[in-house]
């Protein structure tokens, strides 16, 4: 029978385990238009944290008692479903969960046999082929318009998303500077290629950013990608040069607390222009997919963006992983393999 | 002989007629590409505190012991300036004075004869059809987007930009909710046909800017032009509708304290996927001048779009004209009239 983790309570402040329970799925009959998978990968990111709230955000809340939904990677197991066949690999929207039977509402689609054939790894779908390499080249390219030859500041450097702008960015001959927290995390952004490294657990953000650009011989940054908020986002407005753009993508900084941020910086975005924008994966895949794929798919394949995965065994582990997200504790990408 | 006011030394925080004194100009023979001219009308705005900064800005530092310089009406005495002849009323940017000796970097233009002959006031170019109407539009219409049928908030909407802003969106069938400081202010502001007013004087921004779009039935701001910063931006943040679109125009709340700002409410950036971008008006103007003056010359000759005056008189007022800006202390334009 299969089991997936319930949101029991909404968390106040940072989810414990006290939130989840995992419980068993009612078994029931294949339907028409309806899949049984058994999920090989899950995915766990920061922006669930947002849909275990009550209030409105850009993704409906998950309901208590209620299992948990996200992206994952199964294997069809029976299919009354047109297009699908035992043995297709899938990627769909039932994760949190070791299988059971989805619908049209998940999501399902079929992972393409030539990338699968030239070697791509199916979880690649859940990172820098799915979710969070997008994130990092519509929020990069499309959002904050980054060039050849602009200055890069990103925070959360050695994160899913963050490891992939580093590595977008140098492909297209960007300077980068990356912030992440620890030694190895940013021995790890050097590794990726980034042109220098702010350790934001080492000490404040700002004088070690002002002192990346000064031995880089830049005078400011022009593209800020934010993961973080909070400390990194105001170093951001006080080294942005003229007509700097950011792309707000999360602030997991402050997803718990709720506190108000302390922006001392904030008013420089009228003497420099600056232009800052939110933005989410969901609105902008539709339209650029094509030209993401083609461009991302080609840049794993010559070995140009590449990704680490900290990966935790077992459906039961699932919670580990993501509250682990909170506490800087993935290198890349955080996954659990079933 | 004429006379100038100097800074005599850079305001910390707030600054004080200690700051400033008023002292003769150097008379000079003309020289080729010169004008002598005798001011009637000296503008006053905001932007002018960073100028008295000595940090890098948008607008190069006025420097200590020199004239100050800023928009100006006056009329030509004497001309060595090709196109210039005596009794011209021009347009230029030596003013903090009661006239002299002025070249091409003062860039001097003539009022335009039929705006004059149609009845349109000199002191007009230094409002509706100069800077501060120029900012409203380009904020409003080109950084903002801002559309018929929009929600608009603006901060300061009894200033000289904030009028402007108000009765420009309402010629364009925009909802608009304005604050301003106190009942005269907001009468005002509901005169020039404001749907709702928030008077931050009276109590916190947000209980009243979120009372005033559930009386006007709506979900919240497409749009906000913020003169302001601090507690306005912040309401904005709160109130976005997905997709709003934040001008920022200035930050009065904080030019002269340069604290922190409390942001609570900044990380709705991500979910309501919020554009803010911070706009200067010389930047924008040359491109789209042309329609500007014709749009606005068309809102203004319509009674679309009117302006009150607040002016002081005589030179040795100017200061006083000048400090009263961060008291809040006009309605509309603070003019100096010579």
Redesign the interface.
């Known amino acids: 029978m299969a089991k997936a983790w319930h949101l029991t309570s909404r968390p106040q402040g940072l989810p414990t385990h006290d939130n989840f329970a995992l419980r068993d799925l009612p078994d029931a009959p294949l339907e028409k238009d309806q899949l049984r998978v058994r999920n090989l990968w899950l995915s766990v990111d920061p922006y669930m944290r947002?849909r275990m709230n009550d209030a409105?955000?850009?993704a409906a809340s998950f309901q208590i008692d209620q299992p948990m939904t996200g992206g994952a990677i199964g294997e069809v197991v029976e299919s009354r479903m047109e297009g699908f066949a035992p043995g297709d690999l899938i990627l769909h929207m039932a994760g949190w969960r070791d299988g059971g039977v989805i619908g049209l509402d998940m999501m399902p689609n079929k992972l393409p046999a030539e990338a699968l054939a030239a070697g791509m790894t199916p979880q690649t779908f859940l990172h820098n082929m799915g979710l969070t390499g997008g994130t990092a080249w519509i929020g990069l390219l499309r959002i904050a318009s980054a060039k050849p030859g602009d200055t890069v500041f990103v925070s959360a450097a050695a994160g899913a998303v963050g490891s992939a702008v580093v590595q977008i960015a140098k492909a297209r001959e960007m300077t980068v500077i990356g912030s992440a927290g620890g030694a190895e995390k940013c021995e790890w952004a050097l590794d990726l290629g980034a042109d220098a490294v702010v350790d934001y657990k080492a000490g404040p953000v700002l004088p070690q950013l002002a002192a990346a650009l000064e031995r880089l011989g830049k005078p400011g940054i022009d593209v800020y990608f934010d993961n973080v908020?909070g400390e990194h986002?105001?170093a951001a407005f006080a080294t942005a040069n003229d007509f700097a753009r950011f792309a707000?993508?999360?602030?997991i900084d402050?997803?718990n607390d709720?506190?108000?941020?302390?922006?001392?910086y904030?008013?420089?975005?009228?003497?420099?222009?600056?232009?800052?924008?939110?933005?989410?994966y969901t609105?902008q895949f539709i339209e650029c997919m094509e030209e993401f794929y083609a461009d991302m798919g080609g840049l794993i394949a010559s070995g140009a963006v590449t990704m680490r995965e900290t990966v935790h065994e077992g459906l039961e582990a699932t919670t580990d992983a993501f509250l682990g997200l909170f506490a800087g504790a993935n290198m890349g990408k955080m996954l659990v393999r079933i």
Chains 1, 2 share one sequence.
Not at 248 to 251: A, E, L, Q, V
Not at 258 to 264: D, I, R, S
Not at 267 to 275: E, G, L, S
Request: one cysteine or more.
């Open positions: 947002g409105k955000s850009y908020g986002l105001d707000i993508c999360g602030m402050v997803y709720g506190k108000a941020q302390e922006m001392k904030l008013i420089r975005t009228i003497p420099a222009r600056i232009r800052m924008e939110g933005f989410i609105d």
